[in-house]
């Protein structure tokens, strides 16, 4: 069980396009999923927290009118990175994490690799 | 707020050789600690977490941390490596008051020599 999801493991788009990036809970329902970035051989770094309903609450440093996030129902949220310049090349990840605010534990998705051109 | 450190970037061992990854957290409340995984080119999965109760904790793989709240620190360790095991280890925390941000080690790269 618990199973995270992310579509499409791969994407190369050219500067200046939009990508959007999907984190599906495929056997639960996620109150609340993350959305991380990790650059090569560092750790992974959050860009913001979406609750299903509301908007995201975003780190510091990160731009919210860059990386849009949507969290429409209880299984899917996207990250749409617009306007992507190469520097916005990494490895994104999504996690999903079910139940209220005490639980603790978040199920990871497997990432996507994002290349601009 | 917490963080964590994980000193070692890089490990190197041979095949069957016992390993030590070290980690270190600092927190004003109470935490709850896990061990991530990440094979190459894949998200992170899962190792093993120290909720509460017995300090000694456990995977299904051979990997096991301790949580030691005196020196603040949840180790991992195996007795005997396997070329499998290599990957990259993040140490990780989060606390019921943080909402469950989980803070993430800088990871530590374990290779295995044949």
């Known amino acids: 069980g618990a199973v995270v999801s992310q579509h499409p493991s791969r994407v190369i788009c050219k500067s200046g396009t939009s990508v959007k990036i999907e984190c599906r809970s495929l056997d639960f329902q996620a109150t609340t999923m993350f959305w991380y970035r990790q650059f090569p051989k560092q750790s992974l770094m959050l860009m913001a927290t979406?609750?299903?309903?509301?908007?995201?609450?975003?780190e510091q440093g990160v731009e919210k009118d860059k990386f849009l996030i949507n969290h429409a129902s209880l299984t899917l949220s996207t990250l749409t990175v617009t306007s992507a310049h190469p520097e916005d090349s990494s490895f994104y990840i999504c996690?999903?994490?079910?139940?209220?605010?005490?639980?603790?534990?978040?199920?990871f998705g497997p990432g996507t690799r994002l290349t601009v051109t | 707020a917490q963080s964590v450190t994980q000193l070692d970037s890089q490990v190197p061992v041979f095949e069957e050789a016992p390993v030590e990854l070290r980690c270190n957290y600092s927190?004003?409340?109470?935490?709850?600690l896990f061990w991530y995984v990440q094979y190459p080119n894949q998200g992170l999965q899962l190792l093993l977490k120290y909720l509460s109760g017995s300090t000694l904790v456990e995977s299904i793989n051979g990997f096991e941390a301790e949580f030691n709240k005196s020196q603040t620190s949840f180790h991992l360790r195996k007795p005997s490596v396997h070329i499998s095991d290599t990957a990259e280890y993040f140490c990780?925390?989060?606390?019921?008051?943080?909402?469950?941000?989980?803070?993430f080690g800088s990871g530590t790269r374990l290779s295995i020599r044949p």
């Open positions: 990780a925390v989060t606390s019921y008051s943080s909402a469950s941000k989980i803070i």
């Open positions: 996690s999903a994490r079910a139940g209220g605010s005490s639980s603790y534990e978040q199920y």
């Open positions: 927190s004003s409340v109470s935490v709850y």
């Open positions: 979406s609750n299903e309903g509301s908007k995201a609450t975003y």
